[in-house]
């Protein structure tokens, strides 16, 4: 049973990863290495198992590109401290995109979640 939990969390946290990495960009201009040390902090929430990593290069760098040949990010890259590093900063379709989002996620997704929280037995929470 403890399998098909990490599972489910799995699948739940994978969903959000491009949604995730856009609403970040969104408060402030970063690059990769940046985004994994904070969706790191994020995965590391209290009581999940620790087979359930946080996504790495090989799944971030490929949703940046991606995200970037969307129009919703731009990247630019920048000298720092002798080594060149790609910042990524939200584009005014992208953060359309998050207002779109935002919308969602308030007007729908969150009623969804506390009519679900009201039919659970004030016990069992």
Known sequence: MKDHNNHII?????????TMILLLINKERTHGYEIMKKLHKFYSIKGMSHKIKPPGP?????????????????????LKGGRRIKYYKITPQGEETVKKIKHILRNHIMRTWEEFWEDIPQKRR
């Open 10 to 18: 799995k699948s739940f946290m994978r969903g959000f990863g491009k």
């Open 58 to 78: 090989s799944i971030i760098y490929p949703i940046l590109h991606d995200l970037e040949e969307r129009g919703l990010i731009k990247g630019e890259w920048e």
